[in-house]
């Protein structure tokens, strides 16, 4: 066989198996979840709502107002074993942010807060005495079709 025909022949199994290639997947992806779960020091699990009522839900404010934001929840754990969370901070995102993304918001949200990341860093260490940070997840839901 000619290297013309080779070719020719290559070329068409290729554009016969494209079909196959282009199948629907059973899913679409969709919105991307963040997962915190934390735990409570012993006394301050009211003035930790405080704050999540507070500044905390002013954050999440302004993401559903720039659109970044889909909903947010605060989970109680019900029945909790030793070591484990007691709250579950629940953020649901329109899709993952690229960095410039997220530097712009974060700038948002330090003109909202009157307060820079050095500021943001010290009232994160002041919170420490209410909670301890037990873990971080993020995942992305799959639509089924």
Known sequence: MSMKATLCAALAALALSAPALAQDSSYTPGSVWQFSS???EPGKFEA????LGGSWRKVQELGKKEGI???YHVLSVNAG???????ILAVE???YQSNAQR???QNKIEAM???DVRKQDVASAERGVMRKLVGNMELQELVLK
């Not at 930790?48 to 704050?51: A, G, R, S």
């Not at 074993?81 to 709250?87: C, F, N, Q, T, Y």
């Open 38 to 40: 934390v735990q409570v």
């Open 48 to 51: 930790y709502m405080d704050y």
């Open 113 to 115: 807060l009157a307060a």
């Open 69 to 71: 934001v889909v909903s």
């Open 93 to 95: 995102l329109k899709d």
């Open 81 to 87: 074993r030793h070591g484990e969370a007691d709250l």
């Open 103 to 105: 530097l712009a918001f």
